[in-house]
Nanobody, 122 residues
Framework: QVQLVESGGGLVQTGGSLRLSCAAS????????MGWFRQALGKEREFVAV????????DYVDSVKGRFSISRDNAKNTVFLQMNSLKPEDTAVYYC???????????????WGQGTQVTVSS
C-alpha cells in the first residue's frame, strides 16, 4: 500500500522560508516522478513543482520560479520542497504526489499524500 506523508508546514511571515518533506513507502521510489501541488481555500488544486525519478528534470509553476526548489533523496525515499521568499498568496494545503512517468498534470497522479498546511501571514 502506497503511503505519502508530508511534513514541515506551518505559519510563517511574508518573506520567510519553509522546507516541506514527503516520505514515501510502498512504492519503488526511485522509479517514480514526484510532484508538489497546492490548494488554496476556495480554489482548485494546482501544480507547483515536479522532479523526475533521477532528479535530472524539474519544472515549476511560473509563480514560484526562483523562490521554490524541489529535490529528492532516493536513499531516504523522500522528496523536499524548499520554499523561500514566501508570500501570502502561497498560503494553501500542499500535497505531494507520485507517479511513474513524468507529468505536471494533477489528474495523471495516482498516489497522493494527505497534505500539510502552509500559512503565510502579511
Amino acid at each position: 500500500q502506497v503511503q505519502l506523508v508530508e511534513s514541515g508546514g506551518g505559519l510563517v511571515q511574508t518573506g520567510g522560508s519553509l522546507r516541506l518533506s514527503c516520505a514515501a513507502s510502498g512504492l519503488t521510489f526511485n522509479r517514480n516522478t514526484m510532484g508538489w501541488f497546492r490548494q488554496a481555500l476556495g480554489k482548485e488544486r494546482e501544480f507547483v513543482a515536479v522532479i523526475s525519478w533521477f532528479g535530472g528534470n524539474t519544472d515549476y509553476v511560473d509563480s514560484v520560479k526562483g523562490r521554490f526548489s524541489i529535490s529528492r533523496d532516493n536513499a531516504k525515499n523522500t522528496v523536499f520542497l524548499q520554499m523561500n521568499s514566501l508570500k501570502p498568496e502561497d498560503t494553501a494545503v500542499y500535497y505531494c504526489a507520485a507517479k511513474p512517468g513524468y507529468s505536471v498534470y494533477e489528474k495523471t497522479y495516482p498516489y497522493w499524500g494527505q497534505g500539510t498546511q502552509v500559512t503565510v501571514s502579511s
